[in-house]
């Protein structure tokens, strides 16, 4: 499982969906080995289509015929109806689809995407001090 630990610091995730992703042999086997970042990559509806950019997997090291590009631009696999919902809620200013997660599910990878409104400088820096002040009472704990 591939996480983008960055997105639940960037965005308040309101609303998760589930999507296939349209990858090459060699693709698979590369996620299979933990291969992908999801870092500075996003998704995008177009044309009553929705599309991955920028996510990163390496190449498969025992590939040799056919090498696909690393950062190319994959097709996500939606039905209609939710591709629409998904087009309503961010036509909504602030609001993005976020990838989350990939995973397998049965043999196929899914991407998890979150509905994420953008966080603002000062929320960033309040997730920031609960997160020490979590840290701080672990610790605490442990040395009692």
Do not use: W
Request: charged fraction near 30%; hydrophobic fraction near 35%.
């Amino acid at each position: 499982m591939i996480e983008n630990r960055e997105a639940k610091f960037n965005y308040f995730i309101e609303d998760t969906v589930e999507a296939g992703l349209v990858l090459v042999g060699c693709e698979v086997k590369s996620i299979r080995q933990g291969n992908m970042s999801l870092k500075d990559c996003f998704v995008k509806i177009s044309n009553g289509e929705v599309f991955l950019y920028n996510s990163h997997i390496a190449t498969y090291d025992k590939t040799s015929v056919f090498v696909p590009d690393q950062r190319r631009t994959r097709k996500l696999l939606l039905h209609k109806s939710q591709i629409e919902k998904l087009e309503k809620r961010t036509s909504v200013q602030g609001y993005a689809l976020v990838p989350l997660k990939v995973y397998f599910v049965r043999g196929k990878a899914k991407l998890l995407l979150g509905i994420g409104k953008g966080k603002k400088l000062y929320d960033k820096r309040q997730s920031i001090k609960e997160r020490d002040n979590l840290r701080q009472a672990k610790r605490d704990i442990k040395n009692m």
